[in-house]
């Protein structure tokens, strides 16, 4: 068995600062290596579910955070960027399903540094009339390729808001949120250590339903790939209308109102693709 972890720094315990996401500054270097260390408590716990093989996917901004030398030699790094599966680069391999690792609510959300892709560009993100931030976007990105999403760790808004998206997957409350930069956390130490166990349960749990019915799902509490059926419309809600203006020099995006386009495509990859090339685009206007 294969698993993918997916690997974010917003939702990692002790994160709570715009300072401790951004390199240049110590508390990011201190940040990244909790982001490292959650990572390797997942392997850890992977693993000793039956795992054969990890794929650990560096998943935050540039996506070079986490540290080559301090990762369990048992996995391999998917780093750098353009990568056309962004969060979910390694899924090319051939993967039986994903842990979401340090991952946060989305945009307008009231967790803590909660954001949708792009914290500058876009406000909201519906997919076919479903609201949905990074994990149900790439969550549904997975489940279009097969894979099931079996753990997610982060803030109560985080799995209070994706619990429902992935039904039969473990969660881990790495903190609570009081506010975008405020809250109460477990320790780092405390964190690694319930991420450990419930990527132990979540590998055994689908080992389990696959070797009971040949196949994942189809059993209460086995998680399923989370499908959303083609074609796909993209309804984004940008933050400014000089992003919408710049965005719907795209010609294939409409423009709906002053701050609000849409499209249609064929697949969620290529809706993802499509999100994060406007996102790219949004430099333009910092």
Not at 90 to 116: K, N, P, W
Not at 131 to 146: D, F, N, S, T, V
């Amino acid at each position: 068995m294969k698993i993918l972890i997916s690997t974010d720094i917003e939702g990692v315990a002790g994160v709570f600062h715009s300072e401790q996401v951004r390199a240049g500054n110590g508390e990011y270097e201190r940040a990244r290596a909790w982001m490292t260390a959650e990572a390797n408590a997942a392997v850890q716990g992977a693993i000793a579910g039956g795992a054969e093989e990890i794929l650990v996917n560096d998943s935050h901004g540039g996506f070079r955070n986490l540290l080559p030398d301090g990762l369990d030699e048992r996995a391999r790094l998917v780093l750098g960027k353009p990568r056309y599966l962004g969060m979910m680069g390694g899924l090319e391999e051939g993967c039986d399903a994903v842990f979401m690792i340090g991952y946060h609510s989305r945009s307008q959300g009231r967790g803590i540094l909660a954001h949708t892709i792009n914290s500058f560009a876009f406000a909201r993100v519906f997919i076919n009339g479903m609201e949905l931030g990074e994990a149900g976007l790439y969550g549904a990105l997975a489940g279009e390729m097969g894979v099931p999403v079996i753990l997610g760790t982060g803030d109560d808004a985080f799995i209070e808001e994706t619990r429902d998206t992935f039904p039969g997957a473990e969660w881990v409350q790495t903190k609570v949120a009081h506010g975008q930069g405020s809250g109460v956390t477990l320790s780092p130490a405390a964190s690694r250590r319930a991420i450990a166990a419930a990527a132990e349960t979540a590998v055994r749990n689908l080992k389990g339903g696959v070797s009971a019915l040949g196949q994942a799902g189809g059993r209460k509490g086995v998680p399923v790939p989370f499908r959303i059926p083609a074609p796909i419309e993209c309804r984004l809600q940008t933050q400014s209308s000089a992003l919408a203006d710049l965005f719907c020099m795209w010609p294939t995006l409409e423009r709906v109102d002053g701050v609000t386009l849409r499209f249609t495509t064929d697949s969620m990859q290529s809706a993802v693709r499509t999100l994060n090339s406007l996102a790219a685009m949004s430099f333009m206007l910092r």
